[in-house]
């Protein structure tokens, strides 16, 4: 693709050649098409300098599709006023983006991030269309949600596996609601459409020939079901583990908001122990597909994956059980005093939010504050200057076989530790990749690389 780019090719043969790619890709190594075809649309195949983009696409998606998700759930299904949804969007995003278990993976790389951070955005938004369409029942806007959501239906089912697997789900749990509801029979008719079309890619995805040769690497896995189990077990000890106190406190800051708007709802939220038992099960259908195909959980871009759903399915449940307590018979009967909630509160819960931050084990390590150090240490900016001089001796045409000085700042946001780099030997994976990128024949380190 960066070739295409590089011979002066139009958009037409940019997007041919991440095709090609991507039918490479899907017969070699892995059938998730969707994802992979992103992948090979890489900014830095544009210009080295639109990989500082990558970020900002992630962050922006994530945001995005967040806000864009909760203002359907709260405001048009829930009836939130728009000043919750929005403070609620923005402590919510706060979490995604600081405490993601891995900024870089999540973020900053961006193979790793467009495979899941920006999948499950896109997740959020299909949903979204798929609810905005059940609640307009018809016309116009309603026709132009229902084909968002069938095409990103259908692209949402070539991504990660786990995002495939739990939209597949959701979107079967859509169409039985119309059934539960007696909805009219477009509605029911189209429902099934979005599940069925991501049904399709999901299976496209997983019959690739290319599955198999990745997963010989792996000499062997657990059953279909032994999965489910461990699955569960995971899913539990990592709520234990993400359920902080800064975001137990965020959560309680939101309770009056919660127990306000669930009053006005005519649902009565029985069975309170289900919330949670949902949350559980939900977590666990994203962890399933990577503990069967590698008997673990997976990298830090998919504890990301985790995370940003994890943080939605808390503030789910909050509500959930807030809904239940307001529709109690001691609830309705409480002194009207009893049920105020005074600025004192809200006072209080933030001040000892911000304590509760700022006092974490891994405070230096949230987002903002890592790369807050990064850019004061200057770490940053020579980290940028060792790259820009590498990448101007790879992309001099005159030069076949490159060396290049080793880079020894390592941000943690934009290089750690654990990111294999250039080494001295030309035959290393890494080098081969990058003489390969630049069209060179061979590309390494002079001595000194630490």
Not at 365 to 394: F, H, K, M, N, P
Not at 416 to 443: C, G, H, I
Request: aromatic share 14%.
């Amino acid at each position: 693709m960066a070739q295409a780019v590089r011979e002066g090719g139009s958009l037409w043969d940019v997007l041919a050649a991440a095709a090609r790619k991507t039918a490479e890709i899907y017969t070699s190594w892995q059938g998730t098409f969707s994802a992979v075809f992103l992948m090979a649309l890489q900014p830095a195949a544009f210009g080295e300098s639109f990989y500082a983009l990558t970020p900002w696409l992630m962050v922006g998606s994530l945001v995005f599709s967040t806000f864009f998700f909760l203002k359907e759930i709260f405001v048009r299904w829930l009836s939130l006023e728009e000043a919750g949804w929005v403070s609620l969007s923005c402590a919510l995003c706060f979490f995604l983006i600081h405490f993601a278990p891995n900024a870089f993976e999540g973020f900053f790389w961006y193979n790793g991030s467009i495979f899941y951070t920006f999948f499950h955005s896109l997740m959020l938004c299909t949903l979204t269309f798929v609810c905005k369409f059940l609640r307009l029942g018809k016309g116009p806007q309603a026709g132009l949600c229902a084909a968002a959501a069938s095409i990103l239906a259908f692209y949402l089912g070539g991504g990660n596996y786990p995002t495939a697997l739990l939209s597949c789900l959701l979107l079967l749990a859509c169409f039985l609601w119309t059934l539960w509801k007696r909805r009219p029979l477009v509605q029911r008719a189209l429902t099934l459409l979005f599940f069925l079309l991501e049904l399709a890619a999901f299976l496209i995805s997983m019959v690739a020939p290319g599955n198999s040769v990745r997963q010989a690497q792996f000499t062997s896995h657990p059953g279909a079901l032994e999965s489910i189990v461990l699955a569960l077990g995971a899913s539990v000890r990592f709520i234990t583990d993400q359920t902080t106190l800064p975001l137990l406190l965020m959560l309680l800051f939101f309770t009056p908001l919660f127990c306000k708007c669930a009053k006005k709802l005519s649902f009565r939220f029985p069975l309170p122990g289900l919330a949670p038992v949902a949350a559980v099960c939900l977590l666990g259908v994203l962890m399933t597909p990577p503990i069967y195909a590698m008997t673990n959980t997976g990298a830090g871009r998919t504890q990301d994956l985790y995370y940003d759903a994890f943080c939605l399915l808390a503030a789910g449940v909050v509500f959930y059980l807030c809904g239940w307590l307001t529709h109690l018979p001691a609830a309705k009967h409480a002194p009207q005093k009893a049920r105020e909630i005074s600025a004192a509160f809200f006072l209080s819960v933030a001040l000892f939010f911000v304590l509760s931050v700022c006092c974490t084990e891994r405070f230096v390590d949230l987002t903002g504050v890592s790369a807050l150090r990064s850019l004061i240490s200057r770490e940053a900016q020579a980290y940028d200057a060792q790259v820009d001089a590498q990448v101007a001796l790879l992309e001099d045409p005159s030069l076949t076989d490159v060396v290049l000085e080793p880079v020894t700042y390592r941000p943690d946001l934009l290089m750690p530790e654990a990111v294999p780099m250039l080494s001295e030997d030309p035959e290393n994976q890494v080098n081969q990749r990058v003489a390969t990128f630049y069209e060179k024949d061979s590309v390494r380190v002079s001595a000194g690389n630490p």
